[in-house]
């Protein structure tokens, strides 16, 4: 089991710098969430960094923002595959992990299009043998809409994961936040799993509650331990099935006080020591 730190959770550093963070946090690798810099750069010069920091990319996530080129990412990844997976094979990474689309009908329209799109880009990566694998996360629940979006719930994920033979990336505060208990959720990724984005889920009042834009920042993401989920135990279950996938820390840039490089770093230490201690 390797820990990793996405870089979503420093998305506004240069790479250089949350590669040196992650180094000294005691990471043994790192999630790349495509940004500007690292295309403006490109994989050769991530590359470097891997080499330099001994920390290799481990995974790659689309966009958090939808800056120029990438606008309409949100709604479907598929048209834009063939970029990330670039981006993917550039940096030597192993894994492209892609979030569902948002669509509550899979037969025409924004789901049939993200379908086949995974589905032809997977048929063209397997004759390459690059190694690369598309990973399906689960998606978290943010209001009433989010009911009746298709691959939502973990046995429809499942499902479609079984249908196309693709891994799973599973996001424990997305998954509690369906109300689903994480360890009896985790059934539906046993097998399948080369992902955890590991944070905790926190209770919020009833103003946060009812904006869905803040949840990401101050409700989900949170730093393990400091919210309602039971990630230990979970942790204890991971090692105790042999996983060796990465665990990612994928954390709130607000949780981590990003506007204090020390005190992210810190905060992100003591993830890191809270990991390690969950499955020694």
């Known amino acids: 089991m390797k820990i990793s730190?996405?870089?979503?959770c420093l998305y506004v550093y240069?790479?250089?710098?949350?590669?040196?963070?992650?180094?000294?946090?005691?990471?043994?690798?790192?999630?790349?969430?495509?940004?500007?810099?690292?295309?403006?750069?490109?994989?050769?010069?991530?590359?470097?960094?891997?080499?330099?920091?001994?920390?290799?990319?481990?995974?790659?996530?689309?966009?958090?923002?939808?800056?120029?080129?990438?606008?309409?990412?949100?709604?479907?990844?598929?048209?834009?595959?063939?970029?990330?997976?670039?981006?993917?094979?550039?940096?030597?990474?192993?894994?492209?992990?892609?979030?569902?689309?948002?669509?509550?009908?899979?037969?025409?329209?924004?789901?049939?299009?993200f379908i086949e799109g995974v589905v032809?880009?997977?048929?063209?990566?397997?004759?390459?043998?690059?190694?690369?694998?598309?990973?399906?996360?689960?998606?978290?629940y943010f209001s009433a809409h989010s009911h009746g979006l298709i691959l939502s719930l973990p046995a429809e994920l499942r499902a479609f994961a079984e249908a196309h033979d693709l891994p799973m990336t599973l996001d424990t505060a997305h998954l509690g936040t369906w109300g689903i208990?994480?360890?009896?959720?985790?059934?539906?990724f046993r097998g399948r799993l080369v992902n955890v984005h590991l944070s905790d889920l926190r209770e919020v009042s009833s103003f946060v509650e009812r904006r869905p834009q803040w949840h990401s920042y101050v409700k989900q993401h949170q730093l393990p331990g400091s919210g309602k989920l039971p990630l230990r135990e979970f942790l204890r279950v991971l090692a105790s099935d042999g996983y060796a996938g990465a665990v990612t820390l994928e954390l709130s840039p607000t949780a981590l006080n990003i506007w204090n490089p020390r005190a992210a770093e810190r905060k992100l230490k003591t993830a890191v020591e809270y990991v390690r201690q969950a499955i020694a």
């Open 5 to 8: 730190l996405s870089t979503g």
């Open 14 to 113: 240069p790479l250089r710098s949350i590669f040196a963070i992650a180094q000294r946090a005691g990471f043994d690798g790192i999630e790349l969430v495509i940004g500007p810099e690292a295309e403006w750069r490109g994989g050769a010069y991530v590359r470097r960094l891997t080499e330099e920091y001994a920390l290799p990319v481990l995974s790659v996530h689309p966009p958090l923002l939808q800056y120029p080129g990438w606008r309409g990412s949100f709604q479907s990844i598929a048209r834009f595959l063939p970029r990330a997976l670039a981006v993917t094979q550039e940096v030597g990474a192993p894994i492209l992990v892609i979030h569902m689309p948002r669509s509550r009908d899979a037969s025409r329209g924004v789901g049939r299009e």
């Open 120 to 140: 032809a880009a997977k048929a063209r990566l397997a004759p390459r043998g690059a190694g690369t694998r598309l990973s399906l996360e689960n998606r978290a």
């Open 181 to 188: 208990a994480l360890l009896e959720g985790y059934p539906s």
